[in-house]
T-cell receptor, first 109, second 118 residues
Framework: GQNIDQPTEMTATEGAIVQINCTYQ??????LFWYQQHAGEAPTFLSY??LDGLEEKGRFSSFLSRSKGYSYLLLKELQMKDSASYLC??????????WGAGTKLIIKP | GAVVSQHPSWVICKSGTSVKIECRSL??????MFWYRQFPKQSLMLMAT?????????EQGVEKDKFLINHASLTLSTLTVTSAHPEDSSFYIC??????????????FGPGTRLLVL
């Protein structure tokens, strides 16, 4: 079957770095997406990886290892506004997104 | 770019009435749009995939006669919740797949519609 695993909740301190891991199993693979969702709002697109390696975009970076079925989202210089849920989604061979349940990130001052 | 709008953002209705939600891709054409539902503190749940010019594909357990989807143009999909009941109260979110942009196959989400059925 198809499955996405990510931690339910993480806590980090303002100004620090946090890494949110995601493992996936899909029928075929056409890329890995990360979305941010603030409470009560719709998800917003953060990153897309289809090749192995690290993609950096400002304070956020995303890493992919296709052989391991593994990705992580790295957030640096954490700000209070980064408190949100982070959704990992893998695209299967039919270009359908398989969603994880999301990781709730709590930032403490 | 890649903006998706959704209307209305809030709906309060009486049990038994029907509610229509619109999803529009504002600056790109979307052959495929998706409708999700999200209950409080739960993950996104895909309800159906809306295909322009053809019938929607519904996920298992989603009643197609209750949740009517129409994707009549490349920029508009509508979801109609027919004979709504209190258990249909939820956050409904649409997304549209940008198939022509720089990021391949990225889905962009509308702001969501909160439905409360009394």
């Amino acid at each position: 079957g198809q499955n996405i695993d990510q931690p339910t909740e993480m806590t980090a301190t303002e100004g620090a770095i946090v890494q949110i891991n995601c493992t996936y199993q899909t029928s075929g693979f056409n890329g890995l997406f990360w979305y941010q969702q603030h409470a009560g709002e719709a998800p917003t697109f953060l990153s897309y990886n289809v090749l192995d390696g690290l993609e950096e975009k400002g304070r956020f970076s995303s890493f992919l290892s296709r052989s391991k079925g593994y990705s992580y989202l790295l957030l640096k210089e954490l700000q209070m506004k980064d408190s949100a849920s982070y959704l990992c989604a893998a695209m299967d061979s039919n270009y359908q997104l398989i969603w994880g349940a999301g990781t709730k990130l709590i930032i403490k001052p | 770019g890649a903006v998706v709008s959704q209307h209305p953002s809030w709906v309060i209705c009486k049990s038994g009435t029907s509610v229509k939600i619109e999803c529009r891709s504002l600056d790109f054409q979307a052959t495929t749009m998706f409708w999700y539902r999200q209950f409080p503190k739960q993950s996104l749940m895909l309800m159906a995939t809306s295909n322009e010019g053809s019938k929607a594909t519904y996920e298992q357990g989603v009643e197609k006669d209750k949740f009517l989807i129409n994707h009549a143009s490349l920029t508009l999909s509508t979801l109609t919740v027919t004979s709504a009941h209190p258990e249909d109260s939820s956050f409904y979110i649409c997304s549209a797949r940008d198939e022509g942009g720089g990021q391949v196959e990225t889905q962009y989400f509308g702001p969501g519609t909160r439905l409360l059925v009394l």
